[in-house]
């Protein structure tokens, strides 16, 4: 069998801490995960002949578009930068609409979220990531079978990350442990919310259906494998302009629909920082959220990177080249 072979990486060769105590599904949340994940999947493989033949109303795209935004930036904002990272602090009240939003984009309870990408930070791309592509080794089609598992492949894993060891904080706020045991409540919430706003809109039962297939099937469709594909396209492609000790890459053409999470390699360069997007041109409305709150005074200890940040990260600094 040819194979390509990639030079390698001492960045991947360093001694492993301990991996975490696992923790199993239960049948039922298997056959839920599959069911959430085909019937979107679907849902997005159907829109292409059902727009070209029906078209698609204004309705439907401003109620698609709306919840794309509040779900997807729920887990940008709200699951990633705040909970896992604490990139800022925020009150109280911010926190619980943000977990909220999160969970409505059906991706798993917030503190599973948590717990599962603090364990990726903590093994990426090596032995413990739950989900990197290169798992299986480096040749095309090893990478290939990583590609698929990184993608969609750990969902289906039986093993679960230990929430408690990897967040503890979480786990012990009984107020979050409350929001993240409701996720089947924001699920139905999500999923019921477009066809309900949609059919009062209208006022008729197919707008409330069009609003469903639009606004909960296809949107939950796009926005999970949007955020799929930071676990694999940002792992395998992109640039690598600052230094990291894993394989994460900047991919711009998946910028505006991941809300500026695949500005990855930065990202893993610095995990703290409130914006990930931080060159010219890279859009990153996820920090444009944060900035936002952080005026409205719901936020705050933002931390922003700053040019000595980013200059100490580089990987290389061509004269006169801005990160």
């Excluded at 939003?101 to 791309?125: E, K, L, N, T, Y």
């Excluded at 991919?251 to 809300?259: D, G, I, K, P, R």
Aim: charged share 20%; hydrophobic share 45%; with cysteine.
């Amino acid at each position: 069998m040819t194979t390509v072979e990639l030079p390698p990486d001492p960045d991947l060769d360093e001694p492993l801490g301990e991996v975490s105590e696992p923790q199993r599904k239960r049948p039922w949340q298997q056959w839920a995960l599959g069911a959430f994940i085909v019937v979107p999947f679907a849902a997005l493989i159907a829109a292409v002949p059902l727009l070209w033949d029906r078209g698609l109303g204004w309705r439907d795209v401003v109620i698609a578009v709306a919840m794309y935004a509040i779900t997807g930036h729920g887990v940008t904002v709200g699951f990633h930068r705040h909970f896992t990272h604490r990139s800022f602090r925020a009150r109280r009240w911010v926190q619980m609409v943000l977990a909220i939003c999160g969970s409505m984009a059906i991706q798993g309870p917030v503190i599973q979220w948590v717990a599962d990408h603090r364990r990726h930070h903590r093994f990426s791309d090596r032995d413990g990531d739950p989900h990197s592509p290169w798992r299986y080794g480096r040749s095309l089609a090893a990478l290939a079978k990583g590609f698929v598992y990184s993608h969609v492949g750990w969902l289906f894993e039986w093993e679960q990350t230990s929430q408690a060891k990897y967040a503890p904080d979480l786990y012990g706020d009984k107020t979050m442990r409350r929001v993240s045991e409701l996720f089947p409540l924001w699920v139905t919430v999500s999923m019921l919310l477009p066809p309900l706003v949609g059919g009062l809109w209208s006022w008729s039962w197919q707008g409330a259906w069009w609003a469903f297939f639009w606004g909960s099937l296809v949107r939950v469709g796009l926005l999970y494998h949007v955020t799929f594909s930071i676990n694999s396209v940002c792992h395998v492609s992109g640039s690598r302009p600052y230094r990291t000790k894993d394989r994460s890459g900047n991919v711009w053409w998946l910028a505006a629909l991941s809300m500026g999470e695949s500005w990855h390699n930065f990202h893993h360069a610095e995990p703290t920082s409130a914006r990930h997007g931080v060159g010219r041109l890279q859009l990153d409305t996820s920090a444009i959220v944060i900035r936002q709150l952080e005026r409205c005074r719901l936020v705050w200890d933002v931390r922003w990177p700053d040019l000595a940040m980013r200059t100490r990260r580089r990987a290389v600094t061509p004269r006169g080249a801005s990160a």
